[in-house]
Each structure stands twice: as structure tokens, then as C-alpha cells.
């Protein structure tokens, strides 16, 4: 059974930073591309981060230079660095594995529950 659990999100100051982290099962995260996506109330689901099973990453130009998206092998997990958060990062964020076709992300149908990331003064 595959699965996926995001931690990390919460309530934020603009100019702040966040760690969201995603412990995914061995069984899909050794062989997967995985990203990092998220939905604002009313908006639909953006991917906003991508990393190859080797570790090549994209980034949505929204948050290009202010997110890091890293994985551990290791521990099966995917990372979300987020810095100088604005208070349009405000979302729920949520992990999915997938692959690629070409050099695009195609999401699979694994997602985990999603975490909230609150951006507010």
C-alpha cells in the first residue's frame, strides 16, 4: 500500500521560512519522481516543485529562488525548504509521486493528506 504523510506546515510571518516534509512508502519512493503541490481556497491544485529520482529539480517561477525541494533516499522522504514566504504561499500543501514524460511532471494518483502553510501578520 502506497502512502504518503506530509508534516511541517503552519502559521507564518511574511519573510519567514517553513520545512515541509513527506515520508513516503519504500515501495513507491525508491523508483518515483516526486513533487510538491498546493491549493489555495478557490484555486486549483499548482505544482509548485518537482525532483527526479537522481535528484534533478524544477521549480514553478512563483517560487523560483525562495523554495528548495530535496529528497533523502535514505529515509524515503521528500523535503520542501521555504524561505521569504509571502502570503500568497498560503495553501495546503500536499505530496505526490509520479514520472515523467519528456521533461514534464506527470503526477500519479498517490497524494498524502496535506499540510496547511498559513503566510499572515
Known amino acids: 500500500q502506497v502512502q504518503l504523510v506530509e508534516s511541517g506546515g503552519g502559521l507564518v510571518q511574511p519573510g519567514g521560512s517553513l520545512r515541509l516534509s513527506c515520508a513516503a512508502s519504500r515501495s513507491i519512493f525508491s523508483t518515483s519522481a516526486m513533487a510538491w503541490y498546493r491549493q489555495a481556497p478557490g484555486k486549483q491544485r499548482e505544482l509548485v516543485a518537482d525532483i527526479s529520482s537522481g535528484g534533478i529539480t524544477t521549480y514553478a517561477d512563483s517560487v523560483k529562488g525562495r523554495f528548495t525541494i530535496s529528497r533523502d533516499n535514505a529515509k524515503n522522504t521528500v523535503y520542501l525548504q521555504m524561505n521569504n514566504l509571502k502570503p500568497e504561499d498560503t495553501a495546503v500543501y500536499y505530496c505526490?509521486?509520479?514520472?515523467?514524460?519528456?521533461?514534464?511532471?506527470?503526477?500519479?494518483?498517490?497524494w498524502g493528506q496535506g499540510t496547511q502553510v498559513t503566510v499572515s501578520s
Open positions: 505526490n509521486a509520479g514520472f515523467y514524460r519528456g521533461s514534464y511532471y506527470v503526477s500519479q494518483n498517490y
